[in-house]
């Protein structure tokens, strides 16, 4: 079934760790996005890229590095784990950046990641 | 700077009874509006969106929102609740002069009475 695939689906990392949370998608859209949802904040964007070769900040994108080699897929680094990270991160696309498509933004299931 | 407020972070219904979610913003701009539901472990699924035009909007599963520009508000509606409702509800918002990033409610977890 088309959509966004994430994996892993739930991961541990010791503080000072690092690792990479995957992200792709099949339905040959332009905009991808991070976000972290913590109890009680809904979800914040760590990172966003408008296409292939260009990426940029959203709110809480310390701590957190992207790439966008292609279309597809579109990992998000941790450099080094703290237990601030600890959150369930998820990854979105789009084919517009407003999100106004008919189908808004298809999200992934998600991966938890706990950082003890 | 831009803001979402849902009011209620947790609300209690019984099956067929009517449902109203509550989503105020704050936004210097003309915003366009979505509301997303999550089921537990899972992404979050899009119920319907507002970005121009008539301003009750109507989306999956029963659910409909108006959109109220003199309130700064987006209530979703449901007329009967059903079990499988129970879920998390996020507002989000975004506008063309705040990047078209959204910015997302810190959402409300509807329960389901039988």
């Known amino acids: 079934n088309a959509g966004v695939t994430q994996t892993p689906k739930f991961q541990v990392l010791k503080t000072g760790q690092s690792m990479t949370l995957q992200c792709a998608q099949d339905?040959?859209?332009?905009?991808m996005s991070w976000y972290r949802q913590d109890p009680g904040m809904g979800l914040r964007l760590i990172h966003y890229?408008?296409?292939?070769?260009?990426?940029d900040q959203g709110e809480v994108p310390n701590g957190y590095n992207v790439s966008r080699s292609t279309t597809e897929d579109f990992p998000l680094r941790l450099l080094s784990a703290a237990p601030s990270q600890t959150s369930v991160y998820f990854c979105?696309?789009?084919?517009?950046?407003?999100?106004?498509?008919?189908?808004?933004?298809?999200f992934g299931s998600g991966t938890r990641l706990t950082v003890v | 700077a831009q803001s979402v407020t849902q009011p209620d972070i947790h609300i209690t219904v019984s099956e067929g009874a009517s449902l109203e979610l509550r989503c105020n913003y704050s936004?210097?701009?003309?915003?366009?509006l979505f509301w997303y539901v999550q089921s537990p472990g899972q992404g979050l699924q899009l119920l319907l969106k507002?970005?121009?035009?008539?301003?009750l909007v109507q989306g999956i599963k029963g659910f409909e929102a108006e959109f109220k520009r003199s309130q700064s508000s987006f209530n979703l509606r449901k007329p009967s609740v059903h079990w499988s409702d129970a879920a998390e509800y996020f507002c989000?918002?975004?506008?063309?002069?705040?990047?078209?990033?959204?910015?997302f409610g810190a959402g409300t977890i509807l329960r389901v009475k039988s």
């Open positions: 936004y210097g701009a003309t915003p366009y």
């Open positions: 507002y970005f121009s035009g008539d301003t």
């Open positions: 890229s408008v296409g292939a070769g260009i990426t």
């Open positions: 979105a696309s789009s084919y517009s950046l407003s999100g106004t498509g008919s189908r808004g933004y298809t």
């Open positions: 339905m040959n859209h332009e905009y």
């Open positions: 989000a918002v975004g506008a063309m002069e705040y990047g078209n990033k959204l910015v």
